[in-house]
């Protein structure tokens, strides 16, 4: 996705904002197609049956990585931000100095995170598409008797959760710079957020995002990344043992 957005922000040309506001329209609606075409042509086939899902969709992964490495190359390349002004949040830390104040990060894509939110939960809660996810998601065969068609719902709720996470992507490469390899961690990230979260509590998968994001950029910057990573699936292994249906998930009926 982040290289979607590198290419048509290279391509279109012109002032930064302009590239990275035609990415962010973009490579959203590619991924989104992709994926719903992806569930039609394939997942469909398989019955949505959880097991072979997975299996289906890493091997997705890797062609789609394999591919793009072999068009666009390894190498690391910049999306130039929109814009260079950020908010910077002040930090204590010991010099040499003593104890002193300085700004080591900054606010950019943090003010985008209540827009997305908002909007996510407008759809799911205030729309009909909304209705429909929830309906089938609630009771599968109750759908198909009221004449809701499961199987495009399926396809449409793969789509747009594609183009929610190539909306993130396109948000965090002015910062990471595009890599085919660059959404490995996310990716693991968002199992633990959604297991953690509980499967269908948009509240849950927040405040599991919270919690996991937090400390996990609290212990990167104080102890390693990889600890991180360790406590993050411990504490996986400790919700699935005594809350298998995630802190804010619920007992299917």
Known sequence: VAVIAWW????IGGPPALGFAAALAIAPLAVG?????ADMTILKRLEY?????????????YILQQLTLMTYGPEARPVEAPFNQRLALPW????????????PWGLSTTTYKPAVLGGVWAMMARTRIGLLMRATQADRDMALAFGIPVEKVYALVFGIGAGLAALAAVLIVPIQQAHYLMGADPLLLSFIVVIIGGLGSLPGTVVAAI????????????????LAKILATLLVGLVLVFRPNGLFGTRAP
Do not use: C, K, Q
């Open 49 to 61: 049956d959880p097991e072979r899902t997975i299996v289906a969709t890493i091997g997705l992964l």
């Open 92 to 103: 204590i830390g010991r010099t040499e100095a003593g104890w002193e104040m300085y700004y």
């Open 211 to 226: 919690l996991i994001g937090l400390s996990d950029g609290i212990i990167s910057v104080f102890f390693s990344p990889t």
């Open 33 to 37: 197609a992709i994926a719903a075409a």
């Open 8 to 11: 048509v922000a290279n391509s």
